[in-house]
């Protein structure tokens, strides 16, 4: 006898990368289906062998994928080529993942991000259109964007869940803004940081309780997870380092309109982030970029790097 839907595990491509790996630590409603790159269990995403063999091996009802290339300034490296890494795992992985969901009839959460907006005009709902002015987007952003649009045309039963500039507590791995700001700033290299870019960062820890909301509620859709109040890097930066004993009046400002002006630099949202109403709706508060700095700090007892 097959086990009723919502008593079966749940499948996790990217169960080791930075996203993915708190997510598992966290969640513990149900087993989990645990696989990566190079992993216990290894799916290759752009494969299409790999991924048949995954959906053929494994019975699941949802499947995660926290994989992605995520690495924005190398990405813009490739901006035009469909076959340089950030397309190939982001656009074609996805849809390798999306076309096997299809066949077996299983539901997509897919983690996607602010950066498919251009910047102009946020913080964003969610039904907002991406762009539009594809000039002002990352190579990456346009990657995601049509991952995005392969889902909504596929998989009809998905969610889209959108975040941005995470961070979380210890991870060795890998550095997110938190751990990048305190690095420079104890080796007295921190960069100016933008006083003019609008952002909400998303406290990783939100994504365990927000995915059981979603799922537990039957979802589907695009939802925002980010923090509900917006800030700027600096003033992100300035809390941060305070918070860690550190002496904020050594920050530097810097303008992100300046810094879009030079050539051949990343294309970056100047008044971006996203808003969360519609999650809030649902029941669920995330965490402002205030509080989820304080939670690491105690997680961390202050030593985060």
Known sequence: MT??????????????????SRFCELFTKRKLIKSDLGGKISVDIISQTSVAKFFENFNFEWIIQFSAYTNVDAAEKQRGD??????????????NIVNFCQKFKKKLIFISTDFVFDGTNGPYDEDKPKGPDFNKISWYG???????????????DSIIL???????????????????????????????????QIITPTFIDDLS???????????????????????????FAKYLINLFKGDSSKLKKGSVRHYLE???????????????EKIKKLGFIPTD?????????????????
Not at 82 to 95: A, D, F, L, M, R
Not at 142 to 156: F, N
Not at 262 to 276: A, D, Q, S
Not at 289 to 305: A, D, F, H, N, Y
């Open 209 to 235: 309780p927000a995915i059981d909301l979603l799922i537990d509620q039957k979802q589907k859709g695009i939802f925002h997870l980010v923090s509900p109040k917006s800030t700027t890097q600096y003033n």
């Open 142 to 156: 346009i990657t995601k964007i049509e991952a995005e649009d392969e889902i909504l045309r596929k998989s009809s």
């Open 262 to 276: 030079n050539l051949n630099v990343t294309p970056r949202p100047i008044k971006g982030g996203l808003n969360v």
């Open 82 to 95: 469909k076959k340089g890494s950030c397309w190939q795992i982001n656009v074609q992985g996805t849809k």
């Open 162 to 196: 959108r975040i941005a500039y995470p961070y979380r507590g210890k991870f060795k791995d890998k550095d997110d803004i938190v751990k990048r700001i305190l690095r420079l700033y104890r080796q007295g290299t921190l960069y100016p940081l933008f006083t003019d």
């Open 289 to 305: 970029w205030q509080s989820g700095l304080e939670i690491i700090k105690r997680q961390s007892q202050g030593q985060l790097i």
């Open 3 to 20: 086990s009723p839907s919502n008593n079966l595990p749940i499948a996790i491509i990217g169960a080791s990368s930075m996203v993915g």
